[in-house]
């Protein structure tokens, strides 16, 4: 896919440009989807007690939240190749919000278990995100963008583990009970959600240049007919995508799990409150807010100095790096230093997750849609793997986490199998010292005009 016009800087305070104003929307969108998404794990404790679960379906009710995900996200990828970002967006903002809001309807452990299944398709937005960014943003600062536009996103996982107990809180203040209260406090992110669905669809476009439909009706984009499938087909059959898959299974997988856990495994483990253990696990989460930020830059930083070899390599250490950072948060008996290792071990997970989509850009431009999408699909694989880790009645939490660790250790060696030939790196070289050489100008211009 030739997409011109991409945009070589992130102006952050700049809403000028259709590639600025994308980057914003896109990135709130993926926050308010997260923040739906993980809604109701704070609220866990008091769930658990309202419907009687038992520890075998909260970690099914997990399992349910990420599994879907899967389908919807290898779906989703050829379906923005086809349709464009706007309207994928747009239609899964909307449809999304109506199992948020409702989750407050179920009465047992089986439609409890429906509503998380049905919530967790939303999950697929961080495809759109990242497929929205990759339209948008040049070579030499696609791997910063995709990651601040996911990382910002992914703050979405730490701030409803601070914020649904403060909105709960606040239900409470009007006289219902706590078992009253969680079903209530849900329908405001699904509120949110139902409105940004529209707004997202007049706010951005598909492409620097327009819509997806209006570049085919001018001959600069190929065809839709066949698109969805043509581009997937394309993605299955190289196994660098099924290598990422896996990396990405042993980082955002990672995340999502903690996300589901932290906060029951810090009420139960260090004896705290449903609002003090929300406000611990939230912090995993905000590292977000510049974590994937800098897997993303460095990720640049390295192509700049080596190209697409150093940006492989330095997924390897930063992946490596979580490993054992996990192993080492498993082992933490004082909460002091269980806080302070779980703050490490999430810089190591968000950069990870920011250099694994500094690379998914390149795999292949014809079916940039389908490879995000499968990979974006390996993380929530991943989180279906682990979840498994921690239903089972004879693995305690710590040791879940500790199993975790290793896997993600051997995981990181999977990258010796993205490899780009000498051909594509030369090729990738040039696009890159293009899209520099059209940053410096453009600044020269900004220079001459003042």
């Not at 939240?65 to 464009?84: E, Y």
């Not at 409803?160 to 009970?177: E, Y």
Request: proline share 2%; charged share 15%.
């Amino acid at each position: 896919m030739d997409i011109k016009n991409k945009a070589t800087q992130i102006n952050l305070f700049s809403l000028k440009t259709v590639q600025m104003r994308t980057f914003h929307t896109t990135w709130f969108a993926f926050f308010l989807a997260f923040f739906g998404w993980f809604g109701i794990a704070p609220l866990m404790a008091i769930v658990r007690e309202d419907l009687m679960l038992t520890k075998a379906e909260i970690g099914n009710t997990i399992i349910a939240s990420v599994a879907i995900t899967v389908l919807v996200r290898v779906l989703i990828g050829p379906l923005c190749d086809k349709i464009g970002s706007r309207k994928a967006y747009t239609w899964l903002l909307i449809l999304g919000s109506l199992p948020v809001m409702g989750i407050g309807l179920a009465q047992n452990y089986e439609t409890f278990l429906l509503f998380r299944l049905a919530i967790g398709a939303i999950g697929a937005s961080f495809v759109i995100t990242q497929y929205h960014t990759s339209v948008m943003f040049a070579p030499n600062c696609v791997g910063t963008a995709n990651a601040t536009t996911a990382g910002w996103g992914n703050l979405g996982g730490g701030v409803t583990q601070m914020v649904m107990p403060l909105i709960f809180t606040a239900v409470l203040s009007f006289g219902v009970d706590k078992f009253l209260g969680w079903r209530l406090a849900m329908i405001i992110p699904g509120i949110a959600l139902f409105i940004t669905g529209f707004a997202y669809y007049f706010i951005t476009k598909d492409a620097p240049d327009g819509n997806y439909k209006e570049l085919r009706a001018r001959g600069e984009l190929e065809p839709s007919k066949g698109k969805g499938m043509e581009s997937f087909m394309l993605a299955i059959k190289d196994y660098r995508v099924w290598a990422l898959f896996i990396i990405y299974a042993a980082c955002f997988g990672v995340e999502l799990t903690i996300n589901n856990v932290a906060a029951l495994y810090y009420h139960d483990h260090f004896q705290l409150d449903v609002k003090t253990a929300g406000l611990i696990a939230g912090l995993f989460g905000l590292m977000n807010i510049f974590a994937r930020t800098v897997g993303g830059a460095l990720s640049d930083f390295f192509a700049k100095k080596m190209g697409l070899r150093g940006r492989v390599m330095f997924l390897f250490v930063v992946l490596l790096g979580e490993g054992v950072m996990l192993m080492l948060f498993s082992q933490m008996a004082v909460l002091v230093l269980a806080v302070g290792t779980m703050i490490v071990f999430s810089l190591f997970v968000q950069m990870s997750e920011g250099a694994t989509f500094g690379i998914v850009p390149f795999i292949n431009r014809k079916a940039l849609g389908a490879v995000a999408g499968i990979v974006g699909a390996g993380g929530n694989a991943g989180a279906v793997a682990a979840g498994f880790l921690f239903r089972a009645e004879s693995i305690t939490m710590q040791q879940g986490l500790l199993y975790l660790g290793i896997m993600v250790a051997v995981a990181s060696f999977t990258t010796v199998l993205v490899r780009f030939s000498p051909a594509v790196q030369a090729a990738e070289k040039k696009a890159f010292d293009a899209a520099l050489a059209e940053r410096q100008r453009l600044k020269a211009d900004v220079i001459q005009s003042a």
